[in-house]
Each structure stands twice: as structure tokens, then as C-alpha cells.
């Protein structure tokens, strides 16, 4: 896999750092902004929606990515796009389609995530949206 | 008595005319007034005294609505009544009083007048009762309702530690058994006796007056020593209360030391469980990282349905087919001999074919993701398992820490006011006091004796003296008269002691069934005692005396024992009218109280609070209320509305 830079929304970047960063300590419910941007990804990809940038941001590599994370991506793009040719490992291209198309709706799950995961125990406010629970315990 | 209505007009917060039905004696005995402080209960309770009595505790000279006296012009007029109906001995009563208020010179003045009494027979005839006042007072003694008429502040009286308890009890005692009267009795006859050897002395010979004067000290020496006896149990009485409230202060020590103890305990457990929060915490990050795709289910079986299809059609795996096509485009025939030559149909419809398979370089990856979005499904539900297992555990152990916390800030409160208990000052009080108590003791035990011995020397006295006197010639009638009237004092005198010591007992049981009802500690208090000098004293099953170590709830709990045991023992059948008797109660207590209360008088009238009247308290008198009043207040102006029984 080609190694990119992995963009979201500049407007969106203090939130990252807020939630991964190490101001708040062990209180963070992501350990890095790697895995705040896949959840990002995973709920923007429920809601079906992408949202495209108004300025982009880079904030890390694909490399953070791990396999599983990046085959999700991958389906995910096979199954919206019905293009297999994205697939070829040493295709620049390819992965940059599949990149920028899950950039876009992680850029739609961030308000999401943003609105939802804000109280006391986000670690259980992040789980609760993963399960796509209404209430909170 | 009975009472049966109660009727007042123009009657402070009342401005036109409210009435009150009593529940009649029976299984529904209790009426239930309840409203908001200040609805109007009081004024109630302050009227059926006023009425009976012609006394107004709270609002003296203040009876007329004030609304209405504001409203009177300059020498107009209002006028205000209360009347009550009720019953006693079998005959019907009617009794009013009537308040008239005038604005005279910019002042208002209410007055008052006196009671109006009928007795009412069966017809409804009415016949107007000469002398009212003393008729109320024949059915129940103004000394005695205060008894079954009390308030809150009546409970409190009898809290107050010390010696205003012991002179309310006294007194209470006293105007219960008449024994004022037996007192000045006693006293009298003793006084007439020492008048009359004064007479005796002044005509009698130098012998007679020597005696008399032998006498008259021996018998102030005994009064003395009587008054230093009752001091001396006084005290000693105090010394007992305070020592008693030390010893419950060592106990609060050896609570400290336990409770420290506990609070090390908590502060570990306290630390265990937050760290178990932490790893909880910790484990349900790692069960999100693992269940990034939950959210992702729709999309990869979408992709896993596709790639099945493909695979299905047999364009992956390609390698093979992807040959065979370009085989058959090589030699421009089939194995079934069909024409292949390029331009032709069945050529086209292969290189068509040839272009729908997959690449074969992606083959394989098209297989693994595949597979591999087969697999991410699958293992969704291991990933919910165990993100609702982490919540869970991360839900208990929150519990756990807030219960621990709860505790330890309990702890920690009790200790804080334990801080600054100087144990060696305690220490230091105790021996005091108990040496106090040994003094007064040993003082006791030696007046003991002088005063039995002071009572030999009267009454030897008293027979020399008779004795000497009755063989003086004119003196001998008022001898006689001397010595009948001082036996008779000394009788009287024994036969008061007599009754108090069947009323103490009386008043002892009757005060511990009470109590004991009241109570929900029943195993741990055995017995209410109303002591020498009319002490109350509650003592546990170890015969510990408990007072000055009982809570408040408990000590206005055995305040209300006493009043309603004198009740009992009073002779005097009158209904029970209590103001606000649950306030300061706790929850079991309240609840025993409400329970407890119907059983101990014919007729109930309770006036609560609807802080009071909880849903437990309505439900434990539910069975026993023949008659509910909620009172509103709203504009100034005070309602009776039927509770609907």
C-alpha cells in the first residue's frame, strides 16, 4: 500500500486534539487521532453520506492504518463503487480513491462522534454509538 | 366527652363559617386535619380550646378575621363565634363563644364573651346550662386536657433535661392526683398541731415549755433535713443525667477508634475499586478499537454479497477462465470445432467475456477482502459481547465506588465531629462526677439516717410532751386536739405517699406499654419508670438508665408516652386532640406512632403537617380514619375541605 497523508476537515482538527491529544491525558477516549478519524469513518459510512472538505488538513500517514482498518476501507469502497481496480496493491491511484472516499465520510461521522461522545465516560458514549444504543447507562 | 362539631365564623384565617365533623367513637376513630404550615391547623386546635376553656394560647386577643376587622368602619361592629357540639355522660351539649371587635378611635379591641352552654335532649330541645365554665371543668379539669389537648410544644416541655422536666412532671403528677390538695392538707394539720403546743407551752408548766421547745426544734431539724434530702436526690439525680451523657460520650470514643478502623478499611477499598473502574475503562477502549467495523456491517456485507456474486459467476478466480478465453482467441477455433476467425460473432462474444473477468493480478485480492469482510462480520458479535460486558463491569464498579464513597464520606463526616473530643477532659469529668455521686450517696445515706432518727426524737418528743401536758389540769382538751391533729397530718401525709407510689407504678407500666408500642427498638429498651421525685427515666435491657443519651426522636417519644400514660391513668374519658405530634420523628417511628395512636383513646383528633402526612403514615391509619379534612389557604382565607370520607 502506497503511503499517503490522510486529510480531514481543517475546522474539525482542534476536536481531533482534543480527543486523542495528550492534554487530556488518561481521560482521552482515543489513544491516537488514527482511531478517533476510523470511528469518524465508520459511523459517516452508516449515515451513507459523504461530506466533502472545505479545507484539508493532513494529520497522519496511511501507515497508522491497520490492516483490518484498511481492508474495511477497502470494501467499503468496493462495495459503493463496484471498482476493483483500486485494489491493486501498488496502485498509487487506487488508494488514493479509496483514501479520499473514506476521508469524505469520516469528514460526515465527525460531527456525529463530535455531538455524541461529550460526556463524562466518552469511552462509553463511543461504544453506545458503535452499538447504535439510544440511551446512555 | 364526645366530640361531635366543631363551628367557627369570622375566626382568624376562617373569614365566614367552617365546620368540622369528628369520627365518632369506633373502629374508624381518628379525624385527620392536614394541610401546609400555616393552613389553618392551629387555629383549629386554638379554637376548640377556646371554646371549652375561654383560653387562647398563641393568638391572645387576636381572634377576629383580620381582613374583616380591617374592613370595619369607625363604630361599626363584627362579630366572631366558635360553638361545639359533643357529648359526655350520655347527655348532649351545645356550647358557644362569640367575639365581638370594634374600631373605636383608630383602634381595634376585640372582646370577648363568656361560654353559653346547652344541654340538648333527644328532641333537639335546647335548655341553657347555668355556670358552663364550671360544668367544662367538672368533665375534664383544666389541668387535666392538656393532656389530651397538647401540641408539639407540649411534647418539647417535657424534653428539656433537668430540673424544668422534673417540675413539669411534678406538677403534672400533682394536679392529676389531687395531691396539692393533700399536700396543704398535711401541712395544715402539721401547722394547727404546732400552733396548738405553742398554746399548750404558754400556759403549761416550765417542763411543758421546755418540751414544746425540744419538739419545735426537733421538728424544724427534721424539716430541715427533709428539704437537704430532696436537694441531695436532686442533685444526685443530675449528677446521674450527666454521668450518663459522658459514658454515651465514651461509647461515641470507642466508636471513633472502630470508625477510623473502617475508614483506613474504606480508603483501601476505595483506591481497589477506582483502579478497577480504570482497568474497566481501559478494557472498553480496547473493545472500541476492536469494533471499529460495528457500524460498518452494512456496507461490507454489501461488499461481501458483491464479491460472492462475482465469484459465484466464476470471474474470480480468474486465472484459469482468462486462459482458456485467450486460447481459444489464439487458434481461432473451440474445442467443439466452432469457428473462432477474428470479426466474427462467437470471437466477439469472447473477447467480451475475456474483458468481465477480473484482472489476475487482483484475484487474489479480490479473494482476501472476500474473505476477509466475511470474517470482519462475523466477528461483530464477539466485539458487542464484549463491549457490553466492559460496560457493564465499568457500571458496577462505579456503583461499587459511589456506595464506598458514600460510606467513607459518612465516616469521615462522624469523625470530623469527633475530632476534637479531649478524651482526658471526658476522663476527668467522669471521675468527678463520679465522685460527686459518691458523695451525695454517702450524704444520702447519712441524712437516711438523722432523718429517721429526727422522726423517733418527734414522735418520742411529741409523747413526752403529751404526756407532760395531759397531767396539767386545763390543758388536757387542747392536748387531745394537738395530738389528733397532728397524727392526722402524718396519716394524711402517708396516705399521699401511698398514692404516689401507686400512681408512679401505674404511670411506670402504663408509660412502657406505650412506649414500647411507639418504639421500634423494642428488644433493646425494657422499661419507662417515672422515678423518686417523679424522675422519667428510660432504662435498656441491661438496665442502663438512658437518659441523656437517647436521640431526640426518642426523648419526645417518651415525653409523649408519659402524657398519653397520664391520659390513662387521669380517670377522665376525653378524646386525644393532637397538633402536629410526627414532625420530629423518625420514619419507623412515625409510622409505629400512627399506628399506635387510634388504640389508645375512643376518639382521635389529629392535626398533621402534609410534610407529616406521608404515603406511609395515610396508609397506616387508612383502616382507622372515620373522618379527612384537607385545609387550603389561599388570599388570606383558611378552608375546611372534606377529604371525602
Known amino acids: 500500500m502506497a503511503r499517503l497523508l490522510v486529510s480531514i476537515d481543517a475546522r474539525h482538527h482542534e476536536f ?30 452508516r449515515n451513507g453520506v459523504p461530506v ?6 493532513g494529520i497522519f500517514d496511511t501507515n497508522a492504518f491497520s490492516q483490518d482498518e484498511w481492508i474495511a476501507f477497502e470494501a467499503a469502497y468496493v462495495a459503493k463503487t463496484q471498482d476493483l481496480e483500486a485494489l491493486q496493491v501498488s496502485d498509487r491511484r487506487g488508494n488514493e480513491a479509496v483514501l479520499s472516499f473514506i476521508e469524505e465520510f469520516a469528514n460526515a461521522g465527525v460531527g456525529i462522534v463530535k455531538e455524541q461522545v461529550s460526556g463524562r465516560r466518552p469511552e462509553v458514549d463511543l461504544a453506545l454509538l458503535l452499538l447504535e444504543a439510544p440511551t446512555t447507562i | 366527652m364526645i366530640l361531635r362539631r366543631l363551628t367557627l365564623s369570622n375566626i382568624r384565617a376562617y373569614a365566614t363559617t367552617a365546620t368540622l365533623t369528628f369520627a365518632p367513637p369506633g373502629a374508624r376513630n381518628t379525624t385527620l386535619i392536614h394541610g401546609l404550615n400555616g393552613a389553618g391547623k392551629t387555629t383549629l386546635f386554638e379554637a376548640l380550646n377556646w371554646v371549652l376553656y375561654g383560653d387562647i394560647v398563641k393568638y391572645p386577643g387576636h381572634l377576629l378575621n383580620e381582613s374583616l376587622l380591617r374592613s370595619v368602619g369607625e363604630g361599626d361592629t363584627i362579630t366572631g363565634s366558635v360553638s361545639l357540639e359533643f357529648e359526655d355522660a350520655g347527655e348532649k351539649y351545645f356550647l358557644s363563644r362569640g367575639v365581638v371587635g370594634a374600631l373605636t378611635g383608630g383602634e381595634v379591641s376585640e372582646k370577648q364573651s363568656g361560654v353559653e352552654m346547652y344541654t340538648i335532649d333527644a328532641l333537639g330541645n335546647s335548655k341553657l346550662v347555668k355556670g358552663g365554665d364550671q360544668r367544662i371543668l367538672q368533665m375534664l379539669p383544666s389541668a387535666i386536657r392538656t393532656f389530651f389537648f397538647f401540641d408539639g410544644d407540649k411534647i418539647a416541655e417535657f424534653t428539656r433535661p433537668g430540673k424544668e422536666q422534673d417540675r413539669q412532671i411534678t406538677r403534672a403528677v400533682n394536679d392529676v392526683l389531687h395531691l396539692e390538695l393533700l399536700n396543704r392538707a398535711s401541712q ?4 394547727i398541731a404546732r400552733q396548738i403546743n405553742k398554746k399548750i407551752a404558754e400556759r403549761g408548766t416550765a417542763e411543758v415549755k421546755d418540751l414544746q421547745a425540744r419538739l419545735e426544734r426537733q421538728l424544724a431539724l427534721r424539716d430541715q433535713l427533709a428539704e437537704n434530702r430532696r436537694l441531695i436526690v436532686a442533685e444526685l439525680e443530675d449528677a446521674t443525667v450527666r454521668k450518663g451523657q459522658i459514658d454515651h ?21 476505595v483506591r481497589v475499586c477506582a483502579s478497577r473502574v480504570e482497568a474497566a475503562k481501559v478494557g472498553l477502549m480496547q473493545a472500541n478499537l476492536a469494533a471499529f467495523s460495528l457500524p460498518m456491517s452494512g456496507v461490507l456485507a454489501e461488499a461481501e454479497d458483491l464479491l460472492e456474486e462475482k465469484r ?17 482467441l489464439e487458434h481461432h477455433r473451440c474445442i467443439c470445432d466452432r469457428d473462432l476467425r477474428p470479426g466474427s460473432d462467437p470471437y466477439i462474444r469472447v473477447e467480451q467475456l475475456l474483458q468481465q473477468v477480473v484482472p489476475n493480478g487482483l484475484q487474489e485480492k479480490a479473494l482476501l477482502l472476500h474473505g476477509e469482510a466475511k470474517r470482519l462480520l462475523k466477528s461483530h458479535d464477539a466485539c458487542k459481547a464484549a463491549m457490553l460486558r466492559c460496560m457493564s463491569d465499568i457500571d458496577s464498579a462505579h456503583k461499587d465506588l459511589d456506595a464506598l464513597q458514600h460510606e467513607l464520606d459518612e465516616v469521615n463526616a462522624a469523625l470530623g465531629a469527633e475530632s476534637h473530643t479531649d478524651v482526658l477532659e471526658l476522663e476527668s469529668q467522669r471521675l468527678s462526677l463520679e465522685a460527686e455521686i459518691g458523695k451525695h450517696r454517702t450524704s444520702l445515706g447519712g441524712l437516711e439516717v438523722q432523718i429517721e432518727s429526727a422522726r423517733a426524737a418527734v414522735e418520742r418528743l411529741e409523747k413526752e410532751f403529751h404526756a407532760e401536758s395531759q397531767r396539767q389540769q386545763g390543758l388536757k382538751t387542747l392536748t387531745r386536739e394537738a395530738a389528733i391533729a397532728s397524727r392526722a397530718g ?4 402517708a396516705i399521699r405517699e401511698r398514692l404516689i407510689g401507686e400512681l408512679r407504678t401505674d404511670l411506670s407500666s402504663e408509660a412502657t406499654r406505650i412506649f414500647k408500642a411507639f418504639t421500634w427498638k423494642t428488644d433493646f429498651f425494657e422499661r419507662v419508670e417515672v422515678g423518686e421525685d417523679y424522675l422519667l427515666q428510660l432504662f435498656d435491657v441491661n438496665g442502663r438508665d438512658m437518659r441523656g443519651v437517647m436521640s431526640m426522636g426518642e426523648t419526645q417519644l417518651l415525653s409523649l408516652a408519659f402524657i398519653l400514660a397520664m391520659t390513662a391513668i387521669s380517670d377522665h374519658q376525653a378524646p386525644l386532640v393532637i397538633d402536629t405530634p410526627l414532625a420530629r420523628l423518625d420514619r419507623n417511628v412515625r409510622l409505629n406512632l400512627a399506628a399506635a395512636l387510634p388504640d389508645l383513646t375512643s376518639q382521635l383528633v389529629l392535626f398533621v403537617t402534609d410534610t407529616e402526612m406521608t404515603p406511609e403514615v395515610r396508609s397506616s391509619l387508612a383502616d382507622r380514619v372515620g373522618a379527612e379534612y384537607r385545609l387550603s389557604f389561599s388570599d388570606g382565607i383558611s378552608q375546611i375541605v372534606d377529604g371525602g370520607l
Open chain 1, 16 to 45: 481531533y486534539r482534543e480527543m486523542a491529544g495528550k492534554d487530556r491525558g488518561k481521560d482521552a477516549p482515543f489513544e491516537h487521532m488514527k482511531d478517533l478519524f476510523v470511528a469518524c469513518a465508520a459511523v459517516g459510512l
Open chain 1, 52 to 57: 466533502p472538505f472545505a479545507k484539508r488538513e
Open chain 2, 188 to 191: 395544715h394539720l402539721g401547722d
Open chain 2, 249 to 269: 460520650r465514651y461509647r461515641d470514643i470507642e466508636n471513633v477508634a472502630k470508625q477510623a478502623a473502617r475508614r483506613s478499611q474504606l480508603e483501601t477499598e
Open chain 2, 312 to 328: 459465484k459467476k466464476g470471474e474470480i478466480p480468474s486465472d484459469y477462465k482468462d486462459q482458456f478465453l485467450l486460447d481459444l
Open chain 2, 490 to 493: 402524718n396519716e394524711i401525709a
